[in-house]
C-alpha cells in the first residue's frame, strides 16, 4: 500500500477536465490480473483493459521479465540504419500474425504515430507508383485515429479537430450509427452496409486519381462503440479496390483479439492495404505502435528509390528493444493462452449479458461485438455527457471502471476476463444507471 502525492499541480492531464480532476483525485497505485488498486488498496475491476489495450490481464510475469531482462541487455538501440535482434523477430511475428500479403511491419511509438505513418506511407506509394495527383484522404465522421495533425485530419470527431490546422483535402464519409434503424442489435447491424456506397459517389466528385487513401476503424470505439453493418467493410474494399486507392484499417483498439480474432480484418475477411495497430501489441506495458504493409506497397516505395534511403520518417523509439521485448512475450501469452479464441468463446455470455442493461430506463442503444460492449444512454437535457459521467464516477467509486464517451458508457475487459467477472461488472453498471437519473 502506497499513498498518493499530495501536489497534482503540475502534471498537465491529457484528454481530462483537469480542474475537475485535481478537486476530486482518482488515482491508481498497482495492478494485478483483472484488478487496478487505488494507492490505499482499493480493487477496481478493469472493465475496459486500461485504455482498450491491456488485453491479457496486468502484471502478467513474462512480459515483465522480458523487459527488466531488455532494460539490462539493451536498454536503447536506434533503428536508423543499425538494427537489434529483437526488433527483426517482432516485426516477423506481427507479420505471420496479420493477415494475407501483409508481410511488412514499420514501427512507430504510438497509435497515433502509426497512423501519420500510415498516411504517409499511401501519399509515397502514389508517388513511387507515378500518380503524385493522389493526395487527398477519406476518413469517416466519428473516425479516432489518434492526436497527430493527420489523424485529426482524417478523423472526424469535432472536438479534436476545432481549433487546429488541418491536412487540406480531406473528405469524410459518413458514421454508421442509427438508433432508428439498428437499436439494441446483438453483433452486426443488418442495415447500413449501402453506407460505403459514399466511398462510390466520392470518388466520382473528386476524381479516383485525386485520392490516395481512405481510412476507417473497422468497429469505432472512441467514438462509442459503433460496430460495422453486415457487408459495409467488404463493399468499402470491393470499391478502394475497383478505384487504386488504398484502404487502410485502423486496428488500434481491434487488433490482438478483442473482436475473437487476431484481427478485424481476419474476423471479416477483409484485407487492407494497410493495418495500424498499438496498444495491444505490447498488453499496453512499453508504447509501441506498428503499420503492417502488404507487399505490393512496400515494393513499390523501396524499388522506386534509385538509392539511399528509400522512405524519409522513422522515431527514435521505432522498435524500441524494451517495447520489442514486450512485444514478443505478449505474442507468446496471446498464443500460448489461445486468447483470441478465448474472446471469441465469451462473446455469446459477453453478449447476453449486456443485453440484459437494455430494460433500463435512459439506456437508448446496446451495441455487441466480441468483448467489447457500447451502452448508450439518453442525454441529460442541456447536459450533455452529465449522466455518462456520473455513472463512470460512481461505478469507479463501486469498484469497476468503466470507460465513457459522452453518454456512451464503453466496456472492454481484458481478454481473461472470467464470466463471474463479467456478471459483477455488469451488475454494477447496472446498479449504477439505475441510480442515475
Ligand atoms: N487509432 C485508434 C482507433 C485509437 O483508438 C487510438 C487510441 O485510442 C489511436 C489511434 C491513437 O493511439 P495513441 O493514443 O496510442 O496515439
Known amino acids: 500500500m502506497q499513498n498518493g502525492p499530495t501536489d497534482l499541480s503540475a502534471f498537465w492531464m491529457p484528454f481530462t477536465a483537469n480542474r475537475d480532476f485535481k478537486q476530486s483525485p482518482r488515482q491508481l497505485g498497482s495492478a494485478e490480473g483483472m484488478h487496478y488498486y487505488t494507492p490505499e488498496g482499493r480493487p477496481v475491476l478493469d472493465g475496459t483493459a486500461g485504455l482498450w489495450c491491456v488485453n491479457a490481464g496486468h502484471g502478467r510475469r513474462a512480459i515483465v521479465d522480458a523487459i527488466s531482462e531488455q532494460a539490462a541487455t539493451l536498454d536503447y538501440a536506434p533503428t536508423f540504419q543499425l538494427g537489434h535482434p529483437k526488433v527483426f523477430e517482432l516485426a516477423t511475428r506481427l507479420a ?121 476503424e473497422p468497429l469505432a470505439g472512441s467514438t462509442g462503440v459503433l460496430v460495422p453493418p453486415v457487408g459495409y467493410l467488404e463493399r468499402l474494399r470491393a470499391i478502394s479496390e475497383r478505384h487504386g486507392v488504398l484502404l487502410i484499417f485502423d486496428e488500434v483498439i481491434t487488433g490482438f483479439g478483442r473482436l475473437g480474432a487476431a484481427t478485424a480484418a481476419a474476423l471479416f475477411d477483409v484485407i487492407p492495404d494497410m493495418l495500424v495497430c498499438a496498444k495491444g501489441l505490447t498488453n499496453g506495458a512499453v508504447p509501441m505502435g506498428a503499420v503492417g504493409v502488404r507487399d505490393f506497397v512496400h515494393d513499390m516505395i523501396v524499388d522506386a528509390s534509385a538509392g539511399g534511403i528509400e522512405f524519409f520518417h522513422g522515431y527514435t523509439y521505432s522498435g524500441h528493444p524494451l517495447a520489442a521485448a514486450a512485444g514478443l512475450a505478449t505474442l507468446n501469452i496471446y498464443a500460448e493462452e489461445g486468447l483470441f479464441q478465448r474472446a471469441g468463446d465469451l462473446a455469446p455470455l459477453w453478449q447476453e449479458q449486456v443485453h ?82
Open 356 to 437: 440484459r442493461l437494455g430494460k433500463l430506463a435512459n439506456v437508448i442503444d446496446i451495441r455487441n461485438l466480441g468483448l467489447v460492449a457500447g451502452i448508450e444512454l439518453s442525454a441529460r437535457t442541456g447536459a450533455p455527457g452529465a449522466r455518462g459521467t456520473a455513472v463512470f464516477q460512481a461505478c469507479f467509486d463501486r469498484g469497476v471502471l468503466v470507460r465513457v464517451t459522452g453518454d456512451t458508457i464503453a466496456l472492454s475487459p481484458p481478454l481473461t476476463v472470467s464470466p463471474d467477472q463479467i456478471a459483477q461488472m455488469l451488475d454494477c453498471v447496472a446498479d449504477v444507471i439505475h441510480q442515475t437519473q
Open 96 to 216: 505471420d500474425l496479420l493477415p494475407g500479403d501483409i508481410n511488412k511491419v514499420f514501427f512507430a511509438g504510438s497509435g497515433s504515430e502509426a497512423v501519420d505513418t500510415a498516411l504517409k506511407i499511401a501519399l509515397s506509394y502514389h508517388r513511387a507508383n507515378g500518380q503524385p495527383e493522389r493526395t487527398r484522404f477519406v476518413g469517416r465522421q466519428r473516425g479516432y485515429h489518434g492526436v497527430g495533425f493527420g489523424g485529426i485530419s482524417v478523423g472526424g470527431l469535432e472536438n479534436n479537430r476545432r481549433g487546429f490546422s488541418l491536412l487540406p483535402g480531406v473528405d469524410h464519409l459518413s458514421h454508421t450509427h442509427s438508433l432508428e434503424h439498428a437499436a439494441f442489435t446483438r453483433g452486426q447491424p443488418d442495415w447500413g452496409a449501402h453506407l460505403a456506397d459514399e466511398l462510390e459517389a466520392l470518388i466520382t466528385r473528386r476524381g479516383a486519381g485525386t485520392i490516395a487513401a481512405v481510412i476507417v
